[in-house]
């Protein structure tokens, strides 16, 4: 990421981190946090602790600007509006929050972290999987091992429970931090297919907070939907680092096709 | 709201909408909704379906100015940033997508709608709590009842369960519409009163989904936190109409004052 200057800066977006032909949402965020990091730097708010993002046309890989305007930069946060342009136009739009964060235990906490078969229990999801006809390259930089528990869809027979848990690994072997948090919020394949919706699912609006700094190791994922219907579909994320605590969460809207006939298990 | 044109509209922030001194957020994020929707109307998206606000610095009641602009119009969406300023200077921003609601029940659902006991065997929250030191306009125009079981804080005895239900109705006899429903996704009292910490929860960040258009009749509010630590807290919010369906949905991070010495009842 270069400065441009006048709180631009200029991005590769780089197609390893695409599901089929489109760039990951939760890496394009990642984009724009950095960005606005660059540009608050120095003010004591080293950390992403939220970014709300609003998807308005996907952008390719290759050449992008991430435009970042401050908003204000207080004494536990700094705001930022982000807008990532390509061709001039807008792709993405965001603001972001920054803070200091620590690595300290949650005070309080409702949820246990999600309960998984060890990571060599768990199925290692692929570029290409069968039968889906689109390659996946992101699963070559994320290495994720889903709950074999929540894989029926994969054999014709998702559970219609609309959860699915995984371990998630940078596969170069980094650590988890703030930024790369955005990606494993974002997870693959949608919860939807464990609901039996096996179309595309796009992203329109993703909220994602940043609740303390990760332990080395994997992160424990747990996606699920609350509801769905009207075209849409609500998706919320958790995640654990290897210590158990929660580190980041996240609330998506997207698109999805409900079939005309509803399926049977469908509770409501 | 009065068109100033260029995509600017006058409104006047009404003190009823107060909690204490501060004008409630999920009011302010309907002044830009529908500035929004005026901006976006005729386009054939009516309906605030999600907002994305980021609280940049409070307002105060009175004069305000609600800046849109339109980042696209698509076949089911229309995208825009809103921004209300006073003085010249940014208070919040917000990300609002709009589109057209039905009331049909949802396809699929993971959650029922929240227990609560009969209305009136609920308590009315007043707009002088005692003890509170500080006056709620806001529970003069929302007639919030919430359920016995969630008002051991009241005295002295917070459950530590982190969740607040209630019934919610507006006190002028309207039904509930898109834009209100944001008001009712920010309930008062905050849900960390039921974890034993009084004092005052300042929304940072605060992202909103209108599911559904909302039967007439009072809504059902579910306020639960998923996890307090760091001086932060998250809020996620759920409300059902009178039909029993999913209407409205939002999680917000907001900052907290965590007492020195954790309270034993902390899970974790």
Known sequence: MSA???????????????????????????VLARAAGESAA????????????????????????????????????????????????????????????????????????????????????????????????LMAVVEERIDPEHLAFAFGAPSGHGVIASWQRLADGSDWDPLSLLVALDPVPPVSFDLGLAGWVPTIQLSAYIRRLPAPGPVRVRLAATDVGGDRMDEVAHVWDDKGRLVAQATQLAAVRVPADPNPWGRV
């Open 4 to 30: 441009l200057g006048d709180g631009r800066f200029g991005a590769v977006l780089d197609a390893e981190w695409s599901v089929g032909t489109r760039l990951h949402g939760g890496y394009l965020l990642a």
């Open 42 to 137: 120095g003010a004591g708010h080293p950390h992403v602790t939220a970014v709300s993002g609003t998807f308005v046309e996907p952008p390719e890989p290759g050449e992008a600007v991430a435009s970042v305007r401050v908003l204000r930069v207080g004494r536990s946060v700094a705001q930022v509006r982000a807008v990532l342009a390509q061709e001039g136009r807008t792709r993405v739009e965001a603001h972001v929050t920054l803070g200091l964060l620590d690595d300290a235990g949650p005070w309080w906490s409702a949820h246990e972290p999600v309960r998984l078969p060890p990571e060599q229990e768990c199925f290692l999801a692929p570029t290409d999987p069968p039968g889906a006809g689109m390659r996946v390259p």
